[in-house]
């Protein structure tokens, strides 16, 4: 675990090598998200019947976001999977004595989704302190937790759909397609879906319940110790299903590169 820690130290070093471009990415991934909370806002200002309320999209994107960065911004590679197996660039990573998911997952970084770390954290505080009432170090340690468990749900399913491209050589179109539907819905409280069950399921079967909903509700105080044990568990079982996919594709990897790639 020391050395793959050490990999992605090295890469948010490259990143710092070029300051300006650092954190300018940064600065300019949070406007960029906080025009879609903008947006929201103003829908709401519209649609007042809605039952939502502006507090809902704030926890609702503390959670997408922090999801979003850590698949395309700390791992970035993981959510360039596709493209890695398909361009036969996982040659690189098999050239090394180290676990190749590891390596992969570590070896990069996108400076301008790091953005979106830095956003989820300002939502999730401007959410404890207008909208939520108990005590505000008891939910910020909640929201760490729940977070902290539900990425291992939404790392292992990105890893999941990334791994289809060791069978499908137009896995790439898969995975972009499911990962624009997951953050289009997941963009919305639950609470708009609810109406409708075909669709909450239909929604909820991509992984929006676990990754999203559950957490949402759980945050809320809406959850029990079984909605706990349950986010656990899908999570830790998500997670094993997608290295479970990973090492059964890995076997059957053949690039036909001679060549190794960066």
């Known amino acids: 675990m020391k050395k793959y820690l050490q990999i992605l130290g090295f890469a948010f070093k490259e990143q710092l090598e070029y300051r300006r471009n650092f954190f300018f990415g940064i600065i300019t991934m949070v406007i960029n998200d906080a025009a879609f909370l903008i947006i929201f806002a103003v829908f709401l200002s519209y649609f007042t019947g809605t039952g939502l309320t502006f507090g809902a999209f704030l926890l ?38 180290l676990s190749p998911l590891p390596f992969l997952a570590t070896k990069s970084i996108k400076v301008h989704n790091l953005g979106d770390v830095l956003f989820a954290l300002i939502a999730m505080l ?16 909640k929201w760490i937790v729940i977070v902290g468990i539900a990425i291992f749900f939404v790392v292992g399913l990105f890893i999941l759909a ?17 990962e624009s ?15 409708d069950k075909t669709v909450f399921i ?18 809320l105080g809406e ?30 990897y053949s690039s036909g590169n001679l060549v190794l790639q960066m």
């Open 162 to 178: 990334g791994s289809v491209s060791f069978r499908l050589q137009r896995g790439s179109k898969v995975k972009s397609l499911f």
């Open 60 to 97: 609702v994107f503390s959670l997408t976001a922090i999801h979003y960065a850590v698949i395309n911004g700390i791992f970035a590679n993981l959510g360039e999977l596709p493209e890695i197996i398909e361009g036969g660039k996982m040659d690189y990573y098999l050239s090394f004595p």
């Open 126 to 141: 401007v959410y404890v302190f207008m909208f939520h009432e108990g005590s505000t170090r008891l939910f910020i340690g």
């Open 202 to 219: 239909l929604i909820s079967l991509v992984g929006l319940y676990p990754g999203v909903f559950l957490p949402y509700r759980i945050l």
């Open 223 to 252: 959850g029990n110790l079984l909605s706990r044990l349950l986010l656990i568990c899908m999570s830790a079982g998500m997670f094993l299903l997608g290295l479970f996919i990973f090492r059964s594709g890995l076997k059957k």
């Open 181 to 195: 539907f997951f953050l289009v819905f997941g963009s919305y409280p639950p609470d708009i879906f609810l109406h």
